[in-house]
């Protein structure tokens, strides 16, 4: 008897109220993409194509999310084949990259698993359901198909940021939840700061609000090399006037900006900063 019949057995025999269709009772468990209540509705029109172009130049750790991400989205939009495709990428970062660390998989697993679901594919279904399972309880969870993990939480506050602002404020709650295990982790330090960044700019209400400067400091220190967090550092530090320190990070960004071209969308906004610190204007 294989393991998905095993735990089914185990988790509902003695259950009174049965579901009629327990493998997605089971789906409804799990970590990933498909149960964290990321709405149709709420896809920014263009945003695989967005995800698309990041992927280009980011770093192979943030690829692995990107595509669990495109997957989810191409899934949406009713593309289930095409998301299977970013599964795989996902899947061959993974074996490139955490061949070792078999947790880092649960996610996808979790999101090839549902896919197959609405493919009705239920065989392959079961089979990533096995490859949870089997995971889960070589670590001692206390479920058969989840596991509660840092990473998992921060993959989580990535896939609810790209959803857009109604969703920044519980990204900050999974941010923060991943801190709690891992306080100085560079990854979720900055992830945090550049959510807290949004939420300034998202709550403000007519003021400034400047609430991410904490962050962003922290997640600079733990990323000296990462020239986008000191963007973001930067032109905080412009709405709240500090010029002096604005200026260091500025010298520090001109450095480093042509090297990492995901920050050259900043270049008019930190012109303009330039121009100012150097010419006497005010921050107002």
Not at 84 to 110: F, K, N, P
Not at 146 to 163: H, I, R, S, V
Not at 248 to 262: A, G, M, P
Request: aromatic fraction near 12%.
């Amino acid at each position: 008897m294989d393991l998905f019949l095993q735990n089914f057995k185990k988790d509902f025999i003695f259950d009174s109220e049965i579901p009629k269709d327990p493998l997605k009772a089971i789906l409804l468990d799990l970590e990933c993409y498909f149960t964290w209540n990321l709405l149709k509705e709420d896809i920014l029109f263009d945003v695989d194509d967005t995800i698309e172009q990041q992927l280009e130049f980011v770093t192979r750790e943030s690829r692995l999310t990107l595509y669990n991400l495109l997957a989810y989205v191409k899934h949406l939009k009713g593309q289930n084949e095409d998301a299977l495709e970013c599964l795989e990428q996902a899947e061959d970062i993974m074996q490139r990259e955490h061949s070792d660390r078999e947790v880092r998989r649960l996610v996808t697993w979790g999101n090839y698993a549902w896919v197959y679901y609405h493919m009705d594919q239920l065989k392959e279904a079961r089979k990533h359901l096995d490859k949870l399972g089997t995971v889960c309880r070589k670590l001692f969870s206390p479920s058969n198909y989840k596991l509660e993990m840092p990473e998992t939480d921060c993959e989580k506050g990535w896939a609810l940021l790209k959803f857009g602002g109604k969703y920044y404020h519980r990204s900050k709650a999974t941010f923060e939840k991943a801190l709690e295990a891992e306080p100085d982790n560079p990854e979720f330090n900055i992830s945090y700061a550049i959510t807290m960044y949004r939420l300034d700019d998202t709550d403000r209400h007519g003021c400034i609000k400047s609430f991410s400067l904490g962050p962003l400091r922290k997640a600079v220190t733990l990323n000296p090399g990462n020239a986008y967090i000191k963007v973001l550092l930067a032109l905080r530090l412009q709405d709240v006037q500090a010029e002096d320190e604005g200026e260091k990070y500025i010298e520090e960004i001109l450095d480093q900006v042509f090297s990492q071209l995901h920050v050259l969308s900043f270049l008019p906004t930190l012109g303009s900063y330039i121009f100012i610190v150097n010419y006497g204007g005010n921050f107002c």
